[in-house]
């Protein structure tokens, strides 16, 4: 792949130059070739007007579709994996979302329903967002169909959010009788893996009598991504670059290793934990700088460093998947060529370190008590 | 490869040396053999498993097999290859200590696996051949690398 790397040890000039050209084509035709793969949104969603439309004879439900941002380009492996999950994110939204005619106007709302789809690119992602003005979920309907269907005992101790992420549960369903558009209770659980298996994920936001919103994120290309090259020990990985918030030199005396909780450092007033890939990986540890090259990683919910020997480059990657028989493993989510023929692992941070995380209570607790006192 | 035993008269298999014995795998199960290539282990991956391979843009892990069956490898590795195997699909490459030759011979020169404790453990070995005064442990690579459970596990996952 194309590498931002320079041919800094060629002197001569005429060389040089050639190189440089050569570059520049190869990227053309590599930027040529990768929009080949790339197209509109458009059809994708002109096929739900007609959803929407069967959907609202069948239910008698007056429903009105916007569309924002039908040029959108996605790739076409992900386009055809996403075009099932959409369909049925749609019919929930007339069929579980919208309310009948009457008591929309009870609710003082137009009679005519709204849903909202819209795609737009954010970063190196994919954003659909699929929104209804209807009557957004009930937790109560929600906990107690769980509690009756036994997927959860308990939901005192749950939160709101917590608990209408659980219609992405296998097996879950609102509805007692089975119909032509839904109560099969195959249903958002399928929506989430087939995303999940994207690389994607998927966030449900609802308020209860203004509607829900449920927002698809997806990577915008599955075949290449950019990637950071970093050394680990002796050994080469690539993170993906999306994955990476930001680069900091720490010196030693900034990371305060505390008992029970772990390392911790103090970036801008902010407490993060600092995970070390060498540990994770049982890498051999070879340097003794004064100071640590941490990565910075912000998830949705978490924050946190991760220090590594070097920072090597960044690099188009073309993902390859693995063999089989390594296939799936926890943290790794797939395997580059790298220059020099030789395979390296990509890994995927929030994976790797998920664990560390959600054991941590102890630092959870810290953060809050950092975020209160701020 | 059982059916493979009873149907077909002449067998063809490939041997080669891990430690001081020759082993051999069913030819069909071949894809090629190579040199010892550049890999990349696998963090805090099992002993046998020495790493990825890049061949020719395909990424295939590649196995130890003199560690995973638990022999003694020869202290000179002058002649370690890699035999590439499709098994059910899956490719795997092994570092075998030298590739010796194609054996032909007809099922009647297998010989069942004595009923003895042996250095390998028993449902590894489809048979044992005897040729030319040397015994060939014919090796069932199938239950030697777990294929029928990477294929389930595979299933799960999809």
């Known amino acids: 792949m194309l590498g931002q790397r320079r041919f800094t040890h060629i002197q001569d000039d005429l060389t040089n130059k050639s190189i440089a050209q050569m570059s520049k084509l190869f990227k053309e035709v590599q930027e040529l070739s990768m929009s080949l793969r790339m197209l509109p949104i458009k059809n994708s969603f002109q096929k739900m007007e007609r959803i929407i439309r069967d959907c609202s004879k069948l239910l008698g439900k007056k429903v009105k579709l916007h569309l924002v941002g039908e040029e959108t380009e996605v790739d ?19 069929d579980h979302g919208l309310e009948e005619t009457e008591q929309r106007v009870e609710a003082g709302k137009d009679q005519t329903g709204n849903v909202e789809m819209m795609a737009f690119h954010e970063g190196n992602n994919l954003v659909i967002q699929i929104t209804d003005d209807g009557k957004g979920i009930d937790p109560e309907v929600i906990k107690n169909k769980a509690i009756e269907k036994g997927i959860i005992q308990n939901a005192s101790t749950m939160t709101d959010g917590e608990i209408i992420q659980l219609i992405f549960h296998p097996g879950f369903s609102t509805k007692d009788e089975v119909t032509d558009l839904s109560g099969r209770g195959v249903g958002m659980d399928v929506v989430k893996t087939n995303i999940e298996n994207l690389g994607g994920e998927v966030k449900l936001a609802s308020k209860l009598g203004e509607g829900s919103s449920l927002k698809i994120i997806l990577p915008l290309t599955l075949a290449i991504i ?10 080469q990985f690539v993170l993906p670059l999306g994955q990476v918030f930001e680069l900091i030199r720490l010196e030693y005396d900034d990371i305060n290793n505390i008992p029970g909780v772990g390392q911790l450092f103090n970036i801008r007033g902010e407490v993060m934990p600092l995970f070390t890939i060498n540990g994770k990986l049982g890498q051999k540890i070879n340097s003794q700088n004064q100071s640590e090259i941490v990565i910075i990683i912000r998830g949705l919910r978490h924050a946190f460093g991760v220090s590594v020997d070097d920072v090597i480059g960044q690099q188009q990657i073309v993902i390859k998947k693995l063999g089989e028989d390594i296939r799936g493993l926890k943290g790794i989510m797939g395997s580059a060529i790298m220059g020099d023929g030789k395979p390296s692992f990509i890994l995927d941070l929030y994976e790797l370190f998920k664990d560390d995380l959600q054991s941590n209570k102890s630092y959870s607790k810290l953060l809050n008590a950092n975020e209160s006192a701020a | 490869m059982e059916e493979n035993l009873k149907t077909e008269e002449l067998n063809r298999y490939l041997e080669f040396d891990l430690g001081n014995q020759s082993y051999a795998v069913h030819l069909l199960s071949v894809k090629e053999v190579i040199t010892v290539p550049d890999t990349t282990p696998l963090p805090n991956g099992p002993d046998y498993f020495v790493g990825i391979m890049n061949l020719r843009g395909q990424i295939i892990s590649v196995v130890d097999l003199r560690k995973k069956l638990r022999i003694e490898s020869k202290t000179l590795g002058l002649e370690e290859a890699v035999v590439i195997v499709d098994l059910q699909g899956v490719s795997i490459g092994l570092i075998v200590d030298s ?22 453990n028993a449902k590894y070995i489809q048979g044992v051949y005897r040729g030319e005064g040397k015994l060939s442990v014919l090796l069932d690579l199938e239950n030697v690398l777990n294929i029928n459970e990477i294929k389930s596990y595979q299933k799960e996952v999809a």
């Open chain 1, 226 to 235: 950019d990637g950071m090259v970093i050394r680990s020990g002796l050994q």
């Open chain 2, 99 to 120: 590739i010796n030759k194609v054996l032909n011979f007809s099922i009647s020169d297998i010989t069942e696996v004595p009923e003895v404790q042996s250095q390998v």
């Open chain 1, 76 to 94: 076409k492996t992900v386009l055809e994996h996403i075009a099932d999950p959409l369909v049925h994110i749609v019919r929930n939204a007339v």
